[in-house]
């Protein structure tokens, strides 16, 4: 398969997420520069996520994961949820703190969801194209699937909660928090499980991923029809 044509299972997922959450947010529609925006500053996120994983290297915290899914598992349980989870969290939230919240157009609850959702989108376009060479076709294609489906997912946890308080003029320290290591602590588990032993562990990752989707469904249901009523008002 050429180059051009094994990006397609990257780009295509991504191109129909970005359309579905545009979709979603029909009522009251974001900008679509501040879309683009968001999606920017995953792809950044993605690098600073790159350099917190080579802060680790001076304090020798840095492990290959896939070294310790073959001699530690108790290793790659605390590398998952110390490191991984923590790190690529946290760098897609510090974007959506310091830029995104002060979007002019974040005016109801469900854009939370939705700009959190593209810089999951950014970054997880990032992290696939700098895996598309050590990726054999149908590696790329699962990649490429299941890669913005779980950014997106973890982000929506801390962009639900602190889009909330944002726009109720609560603090953020809470809820920023809370929603942080939430997202961490299950994007941390979900990697461990789908490197330690992808077939007998990949029904519970499915499962993981399944119930989150239908948390995030449901929810942003309720919002936009929130949102359609106090319109309607």
Known sequence: ?????????????????????????????????????????????????????MGLEPFGLRYDAGELASNSTAGLLGYSLLAIGPIEELAKLVPFLVVVIHFKAFDERL?????????????????????????????????????????????????????????HKDRLLRPALCGFLLAALLHGFYDFLVLLKPVSALPIAAGLIIALWIWRLMLMHRLHRAAVKNSAD
């Open 111 to 167: 854009d939370g969801i939705i700009y959190a959702s593209f810089i999951g989108l950014g970054y997880a376009s990032a992290e696939n194209l700098s895996y598309l060479n050590y990726l054999t076709p149908l590696e790329a294609i699962a990649r490429g699937f299941a890669g913005p489906v779980v950014h997106i997912l973890f982000a929506s946890i801390w962009g639900h909660w602190i889009g909330d308080a944002w726009l």
């Open 1 to 53: 398969m050429q180059p051009a044509t094994l990006i397609l299972p990257i780009a295509v997922p991504i191109a129909f997420w970005a359309a579905y959450h545009y979709h979603k947010d029909r009522h009251l529609p974001e900008p679509a520069l501040n879309l683009l925006l968001c999606f920017i500053l995953g792809i950044l996120a993605a690098g600073l996520s790159k350099l917190m994983y």
